[in-house]
């Protein structure tokens, strides 16, 4: 079925590099949702997109984490110069709308593993 | 700051009602409270959502008190495919954006 796709799976990569995470949401969703997973733990919100706009990014960790999303739909999330403490599971989700009691969809999420 | 508790693990026998209960006593009055669950390097999978009634599906049925502060997933009849990570979340407003806090999760392993 059409869910939320996210790419790459996997993605290993050496500490300093600069890495992009991408998120297709499903068709006509209007929100997505960012998160961060750091094994054995819960969900931390990371940022959400209204449309094109993301209101508040404050949830991100640091100024070397960066979010887009254009055209309404695809999103990429980027990591500059990363860091050991980045590796974690980034988990994308979409919903209907933003607003009301639409619940979110979520991809499986990209593994990032930094050496 | 808005945080939700809920019990690190919990066990049930299979095909025993599972009650995973979720602590969220600074929700707002206009927010819902949703439910997912999360099985193993699999994204969170919607269960079910309420903002005052009781609510259910064919996956789960969710009490919610009268004060809204706290509410209860129920699994009627649980498998072991309904082992997982059961999250709730709620959504606090500020200033005209929103933050979404997940709670820490309860662990629930369905025992044959």
């Known amino acids: 079925g059409a869910g939320v796709s996210q790419s790459p799976s996997n993605k290993v990569t050496e500490k300093g590099k600069d890495v992009e995470l991408r998120c297709d949401p499903i068709?006509?969703?209007?929100?997505l949702y960012w998160y961060r997973q750091s094994l054995g733990q819960g969900l931390e919100f990371l940022i959400y997109?209204?449309?094109?706009?993301?209101?508040?990014k404050s949830g991100l960790p640091s100024d070397r984490f960066s979010a887009e999303r254009t055209g309404g739909s695809v999103s990429t999330l980027t990591i500059q110069r990363t860091q050991q403490e980045d590796s974690a599971v980034y988990l994308c989700?979409?919903?209907?709308?933003?607003?009301?009691?639409?619940?979110?969809?979520f991809g499986d999420g990209t593994r990032l593993s930094i050496l | 700051d808005a945080k939700t508790t809920q019990p690190t693990s919990m066990d049930c026998a299979e095909g025993r009602a599972a009650n995973l209960p979720c602590n969220h006593s600074?929700?707002?009055?206009?927010?819902?409270v949703y439910w997912y669950r999360q099985i193993h390097s699999q994204g969170p999978q919607y269960i079910i959502h309420?903002?005052?009634n009781n609510e259910t599906n064919e996956m789960a049925s969710l009490i919610i008190t009268e004060d809204r502060k706290s509410s209860t997933l129920i699994l009627p009849h649980a498998t072991l495919r309904d082992t997982a990570v059961y999250y709730c979340?709620?959504?606090?407003?500020?200033?005209?954006?929103?933050?979404?806090?997940f709670g820490t999760g309860t662990r629930l392993k369905v025992l044959a």
């Open positions: 989700a979409s919903s209907l709308l933003l607003e009301g009691n639409q619940p979110q969809h």
């Open positions: 068709s006509g969703h209007t929100a």
């Open positions: 997109f209204q449309g094109n706009s993301a209101p508040d």
């Open positions: 600074t929700i707002s009055g206009n927010e819902y």
């Open positions: 309420g903002l005052k």
């Open positions: 979340i709620v959504r606090v407003a500020k200033k005209g954006t929103y933050k979404y806090i």
